[in-house]
T-cell receptor
Framework: NAGVTQTPKFRILKIGQSMTLQCAQD?????MYWYRQDPGMGLKLIYY???????DKGEVPNGYNVSRSTTEDFPLRLELAAPSQTSVYFCASLGGSGTDTQYFGPGTRLTVL | GEDVEQSLFLSVREGDSSVINCTYT??????LYWYKQEPGAGLQLLTYIFSNMDMKQDQRLTVLLNKKDKHLSLRIADTQTGDSAIYFC???????????FGTGTKLQVIP
C-alpha cells in the first residue's frame, strides 16, 4: 500500500490564483481529513469527510472547498488564494481497526505571495 | 471544545531519558495519541493509549496517563539523535472529527 499520498509537495501561488491540492489513499478508509499546520501551531482541521459524497466543515473552513466523489480521493480547492493561506497542508485518513488512528500524508507546502 | 497543551521545546543529551508532557481539558477523551514529525514529513503515529489505561509500554516508549489531572506523558528511554523531531500529543474526545492536536514539542538530542 502507498498509504496517503499528496501532490504537489511544494507550490507558490500569487494572490487571487486558485489551485487544487490532491490527496489519495489506497487503504479503503471511509474517513478523510484536511489539516493546515502553521509555524509553532498544532494542526487545525479544515474539512473532513466520513465517506464518498459526504463532507463537512472543520474548525477553519473559510477560503477552502472540498469534494469526495470516490472513497480514494479527497481534493482540497483554494479558489482565491490569500497570504493567510500560506501554510503546510496535511491530508489524513482514518482506519477502522478499532484504534481510531489517523494516517497522514507527507504534506504540501503552499506559499501565497 | 477540547484544548491540548504542550511545552514547545525540550533538549536532552544522547543516552538520557526524555519526558514530554501534555495536558488536555476534555475528560471524555477516549483515545490519546503521540505522533512524531520529522523535518519535511507528515505525522507518524508512535503510540496511543485508551482512556481506561494508566500506562502503556512499547519498546523504548512509555506512555503514562493521569486521568484525574488530565495529564499525559511520553517517556523515551536511551534517547538517540534519530529521536530529534517534533512530538504531538492528540486527544480524541468522541467522533471521528474530534481529534485535537497540541502545538507540538520540539525534541533536540545533543550528541
Amino acid at each position: 500500500n502507498a498509504g496517503v499520498t499528496q501532490t504537489p509537495k511544494f507550490r507558490i501561488l500569487k494572490i487571487g490564483q486558485s489551485m487544487t491540492l490532491q490527496c489519495a489513499q489506497d487503504m479503503n478508509h471511509n474517513y478523510m481529513y484536511w489539516y493546515r499546520q502553521d509555524p509553532g501551531m498544532g494542526l487545525k482541521l479544515i474539512y473532513y469527510s466520513v465517506g464518498a459524497g459526504i463532507t463537512d466543515k472543520g474548525e477553519v473552513p473559510n477560503g477552502y472547498n472540498v469534494s469526495r466523489s470516490t472513497t480514494e480521493d479527497f481534493p482540497l480547492r483554494l479558489e482565491l488564494a490569500a497570504p493567510s493561506q500560506t501554510s503546510v497542508y496535511f491530508c489524513a485518513s482514518l482506519g477502522g481497526s478499532g484504534t481510531d488512528t489517523q494516517y497522514f500524508g507527507p504534506g504540501t507546502r503552499l506559499t501565497v505571495l | 471544545g477540547e484544548d491540548v497543551e504542550q511545552s514547545l521545546f525540550l533538549s536532552v543529551r544522547e543516552g538520557d531519558s526524555s519526558v514530554i508532557n501534555c495536558t488536555y481539558t476534555d475528560s471524555s477523551s477516549t483515545y490519546l495519541y503521540w505522533y512524531k514529525q520529522e523535518p519535511g514529513a507528515g505525522l507518524q503515529l508512535l503510540t496511543y493509549i485508551f482512556s481506561n489505561m494508566d500506562m502503556k509500554q512499547d519498546q523504548r516508549l512509555t506512555v503514562l496517563l493521569n486521568k484525574k489531572d488530565k495529564h499525559l506523558s511520553l517517556r523515551i528511554a536511551d534517547t538517540q539523535t534519530g529521536d530529534s523531531a517534533i512530538y504531538f500529543c492528540a486527544a480524541n474526545s468522541g467522533g471521528y472529527q474530534k481529534v485535537t492536536f497540541g502545538t507540538g514539542t520540539k525534541l533536540q538530542v545533543i550528541p
